[in-house]
């Protein structure tokens, strides 16, 4: 009965239809307790289901607005009764006991002093959150994890799109969005967002991201236009949000969920006597208080924190203040840096500077007032790792350059083929653009495969007949092992899957000797791919082939930032486009930078044109779509680690080599071309010069 006068309330206070609503989700009954999240979750899930749309939005709005209301409410009680006189430990127990304590006189002192502070919380929420407090009110671990990937906010979008509320509706998806990249309806739903005449820009706002996200990105992007003064606020403001929201979820740490999250992972409740039991829930205490500092400097949809988030915003805000003239805050900021890494040759480098344009000793002038310490935020052995990582990755501050034409001269091992643009041409790094790796009667052999195993109904990797990224577009891939069983079967020509073997490893040879010369690389997959415009659904098209993305990281275009973690294929390091054919409408390989917006190079497919890149944020990429015809390629990426080896490359070998070495004929519809390799070999062998030939082949 009470739950169903709460949905009343709830619909008498839904604005009347075609009223405005304002923005963001503001509270529908202000200053009343909040309600138990999951009672009103579920009945806002059964609410949309019956296709109650109205009632949905307030129910899924009412258990987003009581979970936060829940948070602050325990965060007020705990710093309220953190504040009552007398909260404060004992002397005799903040103290070290002596030698001649007596024994047991601490343990009435601590007992006292926990119940004192117990009842205080216990008054505190029962004021704030009604009666029971906030053991009425503890939500499980299934609902924690569905407002921690947002779900309400994927529902919330439907609602709001069938109430014809589209500023909010794209409010919400943009929301879920932000922590799910990789959710492929939402991709979609977003796009076609994008292409509704009567969305603004301004529509696409997160309503749950912390603030201090927003005031460092702003930062960082003032700083990168040389606009320090106008970056130092920012900055600032990010700090200390940034310091603020760790606090704020430190002290929730002492809240029955962690409490209730500890049981449910261990399968057990408290074991032992009463001193195993506070000694238990002390020590998960102080391990929630340590996840809050990764939880803090991790955005919202990814699984690792920003390296290195703390002292990286005081090295800038150092920076900052130096490049206006501020040397005394510089000061103190690098002087905060060296709290954390006493040894950082840059920060001590930039202290001596700084003190030698102040001209004048300033031995008050120490580190920031702030109330904290490294030691609070980062342990001594995690920032002695964080050392170690950073004295191992010195191209994270001298970026590979881009090699001249000449070196190519050295390196081109193959008859014919020819750079065509190199990175400086594309306007990136670590790109380049080779012509003549395939002859025209190789370009027909391989596409009269891909056309042959499409026939016999093999499309690796994708069942459907529709393109994974697009509706307007049939998609068809092939790998190598694929094409080995079907050449067995007698499906396609033998030719042209020993071609595809062959054209992989000459591929891969040739990445390697321009991008990794001193470095082993390996094959980690290979795919014949083709894309078919779909006749009848090109007009009025406003979405990519292939939307732009990275190859080992998951890119955010919001934040420029790419996140080399699952799903993302991270073993990755160089890619490879080696295309079969042009004629078709569109289909052009982009670059981008990272924001997947300003397009930096663009390069036409062509046969035997192999376009080579590597695989991190560094080099975003798409496909415009393919409006008529069909477009051909062979996909390639490359790894440094052999245990990413292409295992069915392995196979596919073996697997074609075994009626030759049984004096079978090999079946065949097309003529062989001779391999480039072979022409290669001749050619050394007249000149004299030991042949360079490849490992495998």
Same mark, same amino acid.
């Given at each position: 009965m009470?739950?169903?006068?709460?949905l009343?309330?709830?619909l008498?206070?839904?604005p009347?239809?075609?009223?405005p609503?304002?923005?963001?989700?503001?509270?529908l009954?202000?200053?009343?307790?909040?309600?138990?999240p999951?009672?009103?979750?579920?009945?806002?899930?059964?609410?949309?289901?019956?296709?109650?749309?109205?009632?949905?939005?307030?129910l899924?709005?009412?258990?987003?607005?009581s979970r936060?209301?829940?948070?602050?409410?325990?965060?007020d009680?705990?710093e309220r009764?953190?504040?009552?006189?007398g909260a404060a430990?004992?002397?005799l127990?903040?103290?070290?006991p002596?030698?001649?304590?007596a024994?047991?006189?601490w343990?009435p002192?601590?007992?006292?002093a926990a119940?004192?502070?117990?009842? #205080?919380? @216990?008054? #505190?929420?029962?004021?704030?959150?009604?009666?029971g407090?906030a053991?009425?009110?503890?939500?499980?671990s299934?609902?924690?994890?569905?407002?921690r990937r947002?779900e309400?906010?994927?529902?919330l979008?439907?609602?709001?799109?069938q109430?014809?509320?589209?500023?909010?509706?794209?409010?919400?998806?943009?929301t879920?969005f932000?922590a799910?990249?990789?959710h492929?309806?939402?991709?979609?739903?977003?796009?076609?967002?994008?292409?509704?005449?009567?969305?603004?820009?301004? /529509?696409?706002?997160d309503?749950?991201t912390?603030?201090?996200?927003?005031?460092?990105?702003?930062g960082l992007e003032?700083?990168?236009?040389?606009?320090a003064?106008?970056?130092?606020p920012?900055?600032e403001?990010?700090?200390?949000?940034?310091?603020?929201q760790?606090? &704020?979820?430190?002290?929730?740490?002492?809240g029955p969920?962690?409490?209730?999250?500890?049981?449910?992972?261990?399968g057990?409740? /408290?074991?032992?006597?009463l001193y195993?039991?506070i000694?238990? *829930?002390w020590i998960?205490?102080? $391990?929630?208080?340590?996840?809050?500092?990764?939880d803090?400097?991790?955005?919202?949809?990814?699984?690792f924190p920003?390296?290195?988030?703390?002292?990286?915003?005081?090295?800038?805000?150092?920076?900052?203040?130096?490049?206006?003239?501020?040397l005394? $805050?510089a000061?103190e900021?690098?002087? &905060?840096?060296?709290?954390?890494y006493?040894e950082?040759?840059?920060?001590?480098?930039a202290?001596?500077?700084? $003190?030698?344009?102040?001209?004048?000793p300033?031995?008050g002038?120490?580190p920031r007032?702030?109330?904290w310490?490294?030691?609070?935020f980062?342990?001594?052995?995690?920032r002695?790792?964080?050392?170690?990582?950073?004295?191992?990755?010195?191209?994270? *501050?001298?970026?590979?350059?881009?090699?001249?034409?000449?070196?190519w001269?050295?390196?081109?091992?193959?008859?014919?083929?020819?750079?065509?643009?190199?990175?400086r041409?594309?306007n990136?790094s670590?790109r380049?653009v080779?012509?003549?790796?395939?002859?025209?009667?190789? #370009?027909?052999?391989?596409?009269q495969?891909a056309k042959d195993?499409?026939?016999?109904g093999?499309?690796?990797g994708y069942?459907?007949?529709?393109?994974? *990224?697009?509706?307007?577009?049939?998609f068809?891939g092939l790998t190598?092992?694929?094409?080995? =069983?079907?050449a067995?079967?007698?499906?396609?020509?033998? +030719?042209?899957?020993q071609?595809?073997?062959?054209?992989s490893?000459?591929?891969?040879t040739l990445t390697?000797?321009y991008?990794?010369?001193?470095?082993p690389?390996?094959?980690s997959?290979?795919h014949?791919?083709?894309?078919?415009?779909?006749?009848?659904? +090109?007009a $009025?098209?406003?979405?990519?082939?292939?939307?732009?993305?990275?190859?080992?990281c998951?890119?955010?275009?919001d934040?420029?930032?790419?996140?080399?973690?699952?799903?993302?294929?991270t073993?990755?390091d160089y890619?490879g486009?080696?295309?079969?054919? !042009?004629d078709? =409408?569109?289909?052009?390989?982009f670059f981008?930078?990272?924001n997947?917006?300003?397009? @930096?190079?663009?390069?036409?497919?062509?046969?035997?044109?192999?376009?080579a890149?590597s &695989?991190?944020g560094?080099?975003?990429h798409?496909?415009?779509?393919?409006?008529?015809?069909?477009?051909?390629?062979?996909?390639?990426?490359h790894t440094?680690?052999?245990?990413?080896?292409e295992?069915?490359?392995?196979?596919?070998?073996?697997?074609?080599?075994?009626?030759e070495?049984?004096g079978?004929?090999?079946p065949?519809?097309?003529?062989?071309?001779e391999?480039? &390799?072979?022409?290669?070999?001749?050619?050394? !062998?007249?000149?004299?010069?030991p042949?360079?030939?490849?490992?495998?082949?």
């Amino acid at each position: 009965m009470l739950r169903l006068l709460w949905l009343l309330l709830l619909l008498l206070l839904l604005p009347p239809p075609g009223s405005p609503e304002p923005p963001g989700l503001a509270p529908l009954s202000p200053g009343a307790p909040p309600q138990a999240p999951d009672l009103l979750y579920a009945d806002g899930l059964r609410a949309y289901a019956a296709g109650a749309w109205a009632p949905a939005v307030a129910l899924l709005r009412e258990a987003l607005r009581s979970r936060v209301a829940l948070g602050r409410a325990r965060r007020d009680c705990q710093e309220r009764c953190a504040a009552e006189p007398g909260a404060a430990l004992p002397a005799l127990l903040a103290a070290a006991p002596g030698p001649g304590a007596a024994r047991g006189a601490w343990e009435p002192l601590l007992l006292r002093a926990a119940l004192r502070r117990a009842e #205080c919380l @216990t008054q #505190c929420a029962a004021r704030r959150l009604g009666p029971g407090g906030a053991a009425r009110l503890r939500v499980g671990s299934t609902l924690r994890d569905a407002f921690r990937r947002r779900e309400p906010y994927n529902y919330l979008q439907r609602a709001y799109y069938q109430l014809k509320k589209l500023d909010l509706a794209v409010a919400a998806a943009h929301t879920f969005f932000v922590a799910n990249p990789t959710h492929l309806q939402m991709r979609e739903d977003m796009a076609k967002y994008r292409r509704m005449p009567g969305v603004r820009p301004q /529509s696409f706002r997160d309503l749950e991201t912390p603030s201090y996200w927003a005031a460092y990105d702003t930062g960082l992007e003032l700083l990168g236009r040389q606009e320090a003064g106008l970056a130092l606020p920012r900055l600032e403001e990010a700090l200390q949000e940034s310091l603020a929201q760790m606090e &704020s979820c430190r002290a929730g740490c002492e809240g029955p969920e962690e409490q209730q999250r500890e049981e449910e992972e261990e399968g057990t409740g /408290s074991q032992g006597g009463l001193y195993e039991a506070i000694a238990g *829930h002390w020590i998960r205490v102080l $391990q929630c208080r340590q996840r809050c500092v990764g939880d803090t400097a991790t955005r919202p949809g990814r699984s690792f924190p920003v390296p290195d988030f703390l002292p990286s915003q005081l090295r800038r805000l150092h920076e900052a203040h130096a490049q206006v003239g501020n040397l005394s $805050q510089a000061v103190e900021n690098v002087r &905060s840096v060296l709290l954390f890494y006493p040894e950082d040759e840059a920060a001590k480098k930039a202290l001596d500077q700084y $003190q030698a344009q102040l001209g004048e000793p300033r031995p008050g002038l120490g580190p920031r007032e702030d109330p904290w310490t490294p030691a609070a935020f980062i342990p001594e052995a995690l920032r002695q790792k964080l050392r170690e990582d950073q004295e191992k990755r010195p191209w994270d *501050h001298e970026p590979p350059q881009p090699k001249p034409l000449t070196h190519w001269k050295d390196v081109l091992l193959l008859e014919g083929v020819t750079l065509t643009q190199d990175a400086r041409q594309l306007n990136g790094s670590e790109r380049a653009v080779l012509d003549g790796l395939l002859t025209p009667a190789e #370009c027909g052999v391989l596409l009269q495969l891909a056309k042959d195993a499409a026939e016999a109904g093999a499309r690796s990797g994708y069942r459907g007949r529709r393109s994974p *990224h697009t509706p307007h577009e049939r998609f068809e891939g092939l790998t190598v092992l694929k094409a080995a =069983q079907l050449a067995r079967a007698g499906a396609v020509g033998s +030719q042209g899957a020993q071609l595809l073997l062959e054209v992989s490893e000459r591929v891969r040879t040739l990445t390697q000797a321009y991008f990794s010369p001193e470095r082993p690389l390996h094959l980690s997959f290979t795919h014949l791919v083709c894309r078919s415009a779909i006749e009848g659904e +090109q007009a $009025q098209r406003m979405d990519l082939s292939h939307p732009v993305h990275a190859d080992n990281c998951v890119l955010d275009p919001d934040t420029g930032e790419c996140w080399r973690e699952p799903p993302a294929y991270t073993y990755r390091d160089y890619s490879g486009l080696l295309y079969l054919n !042009d004629d078709f =409408q569109g289909g052009d390989l982009f670059f981008t930078e990272p924001n997947a917006l300003t397009v @930096t190079a663009q390069v036409r497919p062509r046969c035997g044109r192999l376009v080579a890149f590597s &695989s991190g944020g560094e080099n975003p990429h798409g496909v415009w779509a393919v409006t008529r015809g069909r477009r051909c390629a062979l996909a390639l990426w490359h790894t440094w680690a052999p245990e990413h080896r292409e295992q069915e490359w392995t196979e596919a070998k073996e697997l074609l080599q075994v009626p030759e070495e049984e004096g079978e004929e090999m079946p065949s519809r097309d003529p062989a071309p001779e391999p480039p &390799s072979r022409r290669l070999q001749r050619a050394q !062998d007249k000149a004299g010069k030991p042949p360079r030939v490849r490992e495998e082949l």
